[in-house]
T-cell receptor, first 117, second 114 residues
Framework: DGGITQSPKYLFRKEGQNVTLSCEQN?????MYWYRQDPGQGLRLIYY???????QKGDIAEGYSVSREKKESFPLTVTSAQKNPTAFYLC????????????????FGEGSRLTVL | QQQVKQSPQSLIVQKGGISIINCAYE??????FPWYQQFPGKGPALLIA?????SEKKEGRFTISFNKSAKQFSLHIMDSQPGDSATYFC?????????????FGKGTLLTVNP
């Protein structure tokens, strides 16, 4: 089955620690995204990547970092510089440019819930 | 600046009733308007979408109504069922460079009582 796999599903972190959230997709999609979801805030874009070895900041990138060394993988690191990291994190992918009728439709993983103790 | 405004924040409907969620946008460059459905603890999934060249799109019990001049669109769920209880997000998409960028509304928590 094609899809997006996020891990871990739940993660607890002490203040001052960096944590890395994993996102893997086998949909052969070019573009990948990280969103943060807080109650009543909707989905806010952290980082996105349109192609391997390239990524751009979204609307709330401060305190986060990403890498895109492989097409299938787009890990997100929540650094100690992120002031309020407790949230539900969603990874998504889309088909990417120049391939079919790209509408920007996003396919989401099941999310990772990070709690800072 | 919130580019897509969604209302209401929460909605309670009786089984068999009609659920209506509204969204308004500001940027006329948006050219694709999807709705996503999210169940608790899961990621959102595309429910239905519309382009601005049509005024309505229906898929089963779900209908999008689109008013281009008013820059508004809405989701109607007919014969609402308890299984429809979820958070619904409207979104608007436009080309940003070589990519498409989605802007989401803040979501509506729908509860359908049996």
């Amino acid at each position: 089955d094609g899809g997006i796999t996020q891990s871990p599903k739940y993660l607890f972190r002490k203040e001052g620690q960096n944590v890395t959230l994993s996102c893997e997709q086998n949909l052969n999609h070019d573009a990948m995204y990280w969103y943060r979801q807080d109650p009543g805030q909707g989905l806010r874009l952290i980082y996105y990547s349109q192609i391997v070895n390239d990524f751009q900041k979204g609307d709330i990138a401060e305190g986060y970092s990403v890498s895109r060394e492989k097409k299938e993988s787009f890990p997100l690191t929540v650094t100690s510089a992120q002031k309020n990291p407790t949230a539900f994190y969603l990874c998504a992918s889309s088909i990417g440019k120049g391939r079919g009728r790209n509408t920007g439709e996003l396919f989401f993983g099941e999310g990772s819930r990070l709690t800072v103790l | 600046q919130q580019q897509v405004k969604q209302s209401p924040q929460s909605l309670i409907v009786q089984k068999g009733g009609i659920s209506i969620i509204n969204c308004a946008y500001e940027n006329t460059a948006f050219d694709y308007f999807p709705w996503y459905q999210q169940f608790p603890g899961k990621g959102p999934a595309l429910l239905i979408a519309i382009r601005p060249d049509v005024s309505e799109k229906k898929e089963g019990r779900f209908t999008i109504s689109f008013n281009k001049s008013a820059k508004q669109f809405s989701l109607h769920i007919m014969d609402s069922q308890p299984g429809d209880s979820a958070t619904y997000f409207c979104a608007a998409s436009m080309k940003s460079g070589s990519n498409y960028k989605l802007t989401f509304g803040k979501g509506t928590l729908l509860t359908v009582n049996p």
